[in-house]
T-cell receptor, first 111, second 118 residues
Framework: DVKVTQSSRYLVKRTGEKVFLECVQD?????MFWYRQDPGLGLRLIYF???????EKGDIPEGYSVSREKKERFSLILESASTNQTSMYLC??????????FGPGTRLTVT | AQSVAQPEDQVNVAEGNPLTVKCTYS??????LFWYVQYPNRGLQFLLK??????LVKGSYGFEAEFNKSQTSFHLKKPSALVSDSALYFC????????????????FGKGTSLLVTP
Protein backbone atom coordinates (compact mmCIF):
# COMPACT_ATOMS: atom_id res chain seq x y z
CA ASP A 1 0.00 0.00 0.00
CA VAL A 2 1.08 3.53 -0.73
CA LYS A 3 2.00 5.39 2.38
CA VAL A 4 2.18 9.16 2.64
CA THR A 5 3.10 10.49 6.05
CA GLN A 6 3.07 14.02 7.40
CA SER A 7 5.27 15.12 10.26
CA SER A 8 2.51 16.44 12.53
CA ARG A 9 -1.24 15.96 12.85
CA TYR A 10 -1.72 19.15 14.84
CA LEU A 11 0.51 22.20 15.06
CA VAL A 12 0.12 25.51 16.87
CA LYS A 13 2.43 28.38 15.94
CA ARG A 14 2.64 32.07 16.64
CA THR A 15 2.34 34.85 14.08
CA GLY A 16 5.68 35.55 12.44
CA GLU A 17 7.21 32.15 13.15
CA LYS A 18 8.81 30.12 10.39
CA VAL A 19 6.91 26.86 9.98
CA PHE A 20 8.04 23.65 8.31
CA LEU A 21 5.59 20.95 7.25
CA GLU A 22 7.19 17.71 6.13
CA CYS A 23 5.77 15.02 3.88
CA VAL A 24 7.31 11.65 3.05
CA GLN A 25 6.10 9.01 0.59
CA ASP A 26 7.41 5.49 0.26
CA UNK A 27 6.33 4.55 -3.28
CA UNK A 28 8.97 6.22 -5.43
CA UNK A 29 6.38 8.62 -6.86
CA UNK A 30 7.63 11.38 -9.14
CA UNK A 31 4.94 13.91 -8.23
CA MET A 32 4.26 15.42 -4.85
CA PHE A 33 1.71 18.07 -3.93
CA TRP A 34 0.74 20.45 -1.14
CA TYR A 35 -2.88 21.56 -0.74
CA ARG A 36 -4.71 23.54 1.85
CA GLN A 37 -8.29 22.70 2.73
CA ASP A 38 -10.73 25.26 4.08
CA PRO A 39 -14.47 24.84 4.69
CA GLY A 40 -16.51 25.85 1.66
CA LEU A 41 -13.42 26.26 -0.51
CA GLY A 42 -12.46 22.64 -1.05
CA LEU A 43 -8.81 21.83 -1.75
CA ARG A 44 -6.58 24.47 -3.25
CA LEU A 45 -3.17 23.64 -4.67
CA ILE A 46 -0.28 25.54 -3.15
CA TYR A 47 2.73 23.98 -4.91
CA PHE A 48 3.65 20.76 -6.55
CA UNK A 49 6.90 19.08 -7.54
CA UNK A 50 7.43 16.69 -10.44
CA UNK A 51 11.04 15.80 -9.70
CA UNK A 52 13.81 16.47 -7.23
CA UNK A 53 14.50 20.21 -7.02
CA UNK A 54 11.68 20.92 -9.52
CA UNK A 55 8.58 22.80 -8.46
CA GLU A 56 5.53 24.48 -9.91
CA LYS A 57 3.31 27.11 -8.35
CA GLY A 58 -0.27 26.16 -7.77
CA ASP A 59 -3.28 28.39 -7.33
CA ILE A 60 -2.29 30.01 -4.01
CA PRO A 61 1.53 30.05 -3.61
CA GLU A 62 1.76 33.45 -1.91
CA GLY A 63 3.27 33.23 1.55
CA TYR A 64 4.60 29.70 0.97
CA SER A 65 7.72 28.07 -0.39
CA VAL A 66 8.68 24.44 -0.90
CA SER A 67 11.73 22.24 -0.98
CA ARG A 68 12.34 18.87 -2.57
CA GLU A 69 15.90 17.71 -2.03
CA LYS A 70 15.10 13.99 -2.09
CA LYS A 71 12.52 12.17 -4.16
CA GLU A 72 10.59 10.87 -1.18
CA ARG A 73 10.38 14.12 0.79
CA PHE A 74 8.52 17.35 0.05
CA SER A 75 8.53 20.22 2.52
CA LEU A 76 6.19 23.17 2.76
CA ILE A 77 7.58 26.29 4.39
CA LEU A 78 5.68 29.23 5.79
CA GLU A 79 8.36 31.92 5.97
CA SER A 80 6.41 34.11 8.39
CA ALA A 81 3.21 32.53 9.55
CA SER A 82 0.06 34.62 9.60
CA THR A 83 -3.37 33.95 11.06
CA ASN A 84 -4.90 33.58 7.59
CA GLN A 85 -2.69 30.53 7.10
CA THR A 86 -4.60 28.66 9.77
CA SER A 87 -5.88 25.68 7.83
CA MET A 88 -5.68 21.95 7.15
CA TYR A 89 -2.65 21.13 5.00
CA LEU A 90 -2.70 17.99 2.89
CA CYS A 91 0.21 16.38 1.11
CA UNK A 92 -0.23 13.97 -1.80
CA UNK A 93 1.92 11.97 -4.18
CA UNK A 94 1.40 10.21 -7.50
CA UNK A 95 3.12 8.42 -10.32
CA UNK A 96 3.38 10.67 -13.32
CA UNK A 97 0.01 10.02 -14.92
CA UNK A 98 -2.05 8.46 -12.18
CA UNK A 99 -4.23 9.16 -9.16
CA UNK A 100 -2.93 10.95 -6.11
CA UNK A 101 -2.53 9.42 -2.67
CA PHE A 102 -2.96 11.64 0.35
CA GLY A 103 -1.42 11.87 3.77
CA PRO A 104 -3.53 12.28 6.94
CA GLY A 105 -3.19 16.07 6.98
CA THR A 106 -1.73 18.63 9.37
CA ARG A 107 -4.11 21.00 11.11
CA LEU A 108 -2.16 24.20 11.59
CA THR A 109 -3.33 26.95 13.91
CA VAL A 110 -1.52 30.29 13.85
CA THR A 111 -2.26 32.50 16.85
CA ALA B 1 -9.17 25.71 -17.52
CA GLN B 2 -10.11 22.25 -16.34
CA SER B 3 -12.69 22.44 -13.58
CA VAL B 4 -15.41 20.53 -11.80
CA ALA B 5 -18.46 21.69 -9.93
CA GLN B 6 -20.35 19.95 -7.16
CA PRO B 7 -23.75 21.64 -7.06
CA GLU B 8 -24.83 20.28 -3.67
CA ASP B 9 -23.14 21.21 -0.40
CA GLN B 10 -24.96 18.41 1.40
CA VAL B 11 -26.85 15.28 0.48
CA ASN B 12 -29.03 13.43 2.97
CA VAL B 13 -30.16 9.86 2.39
CA ALA B 14 -31.66 7.12 4.52
CA GLU B 15 -29.68 3.95 5.09
CA GLY B 16 -30.49 1.31 2.49
CA ASN B 17 -31.59 3.85 -0.12
CA PRO B 18 -29.58 4.57 -3.27
CA LEU B 19 -27.34 7.62 -3.16
CA THR B 20 -26.08 10.00 -5.80
CA VAL B 21 -23.49 12.72 -5.39
CA LYS B 22 -23.36 15.02 -8.38
CA CYS B 23 -20.38 16.38 -10.30
CA THR B 24 -20.19 18.27 -13.58
CA TYR B 25 -17.02 19.07 -15.44
CA SER B 26 -15.65 21.62 -17.86
CA UNK B 27 -12.54 20.64 -19.82
CA UNK B 28 -10.73 21.09 -23.06
CA UNK B 29 -9.90 17.72 -24.51
CA UNK B 30 -10.68 14.39 -22.92
CA UNK B 31 -11.49 14.49 -19.22
CA UNK B 32 -9.63 12.47 -16.60
CA LEU B 33 -12.03 12.41 -13.63
CA PHE B 34 -11.68 11.21 -10.05
CA TRP B 35 -13.70 10.76 -6.90
CA TYR B 36 -12.22 10.93 -3.40
CA VAL B 37 -13.75 10.49 0.05
CA GLN B 38 -12.65 12.15 3.28
CA TYR B 39 -13.68 10.82 6.67
CA PRO B 40 -13.51 13.21 9.66
CA ASN B 41 -9.99 14.31 10.56
CA ARG B 42 -8.48 12.14 7.85
CA GLY B 43 -6.80 12.67 4.50
CA LEU B 44 -8.53 11.95 1.21
CA GLN B 45 -8.94 8.39 0.00
CA PHE B 46 -9.13 7.53 -3.69
CA LEU B 47 -12.43 5.91 -4.71
CA LEU B 48 -12.38 5.61 -8.49
CA LYS B 49 -11.35 7.25 -11.74
CA UNK B 50 -12.50 7.59 -15.33
CA UNK B 51 -9.84 7.75 -18.02
CA UNK B 52 -11.47 6.13 -21.02
CA UNK B 53 -13.65 3.14 -21.85
CA UNK B 54 -16.87 2.09 -20.14
CA UNK B 55 -19.04 4.93 -18.94
CA LEU B 56 -19.81 3.08 -15.70
CA VAL B 57 -16.75 2.93 -13.49
CA LYS B 58 -16.64 0.72 -10.40
CA GLY B 59 -14.58 1.68 -7.39
CA SER B 60 -13.93 0.99 -3.73
CA TYR B 61 -16.53 0.31 -1.01
CA GLY B 62 -19.30 -0.48 -3.51
CA PHE B 63 -19.25 2.93 -5.15
CA GLU B 64 -19.54 3.50 -8.87
CA ALA B 65 -19.67 6.54 -11.10
CA GLU B 66 -21.37 7.23 -14.38
CA PHE B 67 -19.58 9.28 -17.01
CA ASN B 68 -21.97 11.16 -19.31
CA LYS B 69 -20.27 13.08 -22.08
CA SER B 70 -23.37 14.81 -23.41
CA GLN B 71 -24.27 16.14 -19.97
CA THR B 72 -20.61 16.68 -18.93
CA SER B 73 -21.33 14.87 -15.70
CA PHE B 74 -19.60 12.29 -13.55
CA HIS B 75 -22.02 11.42 -10.75
CA LEU B 76 -21.05 9.13 -7.90
CA LYS B 77 -23.56 6.43 -7.02
CA LYS B 78 -24.15 3.59 -4.63
CA PRO B 79 -27.16 1.25 -4.76
CA SER B 80 -27.63 0.97 -1.00
CA ALA B 81 -26.19 3.57 1.40
CA LEU B 82 -24.60 2.73 4.74
CA VAL B 83 -24.34 4.98 7.78
CA SER B 84 -20.58 4.51 7.52
CA ASP B 85 -20.67 6.18 4.08
CA SER B 86 -21.27 9.51 5.82
CA ALA B 87 -18.27 11.62 4.83
CA LEU B 88 -17.11 14.44 2.59
CA TYR B 89 -16.86 13.57 -1.12
CA PHE B 90 -14.69 15.37 -3.64
CA CYS B 91 -14.82 15.22 -7.41
CA UNK B 92 -11.62 16.16 -9.25
CA UNK B 93 -10.36 16.60 -12.80
CA UNK B 94 -6.81 16.34 -14.05
CA UNK B 95 -5.31 19.71 -14.90
CA UNK B 96 -3.03 20.61 -17.78
CA UNK B 97 0.73 20.30 -17.92
CA UNK B 98 2.64 23.54 -17.56
CA UNK B 99 5.65 22.06 -19.29
CA UNK B 100 6.54 18.80 -20.98
CA UNK B 101 8.36 17.42 -17.96
CA UNK B 102 5.89 18.29 -15.27
CA UNK B 103 3.18 16.07 -13.89
CA UNK B 104 -0.49 16.81 -13.63
CA UNK B 105 -2.17 18.46 -10.70
CA UNK B 106 -5.81 17.82 -9.86
CA UNK B 107 -8.49 20.49 -9.69
CA PHE B 108 -10.99 19.67 -6.98
CA GLY B 109 -14.60 20.61 -6.46
CA LYS B 110 -15.67 22.20 -3.18
CA GLY B 111 -16.92 18.92 -1.80
CA THR B 112 -20.30 17.45 -0.90
CA SER B 113 -21.10 16.33 2.61
CA LEU B 114 -23.04 13.06 2.59
CA LEU B 115 -25.13 12.21 5.63
CA VAL B 116 -26.68 8.76 5.81
CA THR B 117 -29.26 8.41 8.58
CA PRO B 118 -30.26 5.09 10.17
Amino acid sequence: DVKVTQSSRYLVKRTGEKVFLECVQDMDHENMFWYRQDPGLGLRLIYFSYDVKMKEKGDIPEGYSVSREKKERFSLILESASTNQTSMYLCASSKREFEQYFGPGTRLTVT
Amino acid sequence: AQSVAQPEDQVNVAEGNPLTVKCTYSVSGNPYLFWYVQYPNRGLQFLLKYITGDNLVKGSYGFEAEFNKSQTSFHLKKPSALVSDSALYFCAVRGVKTNSNSGYALNFGKGTSLLVTP
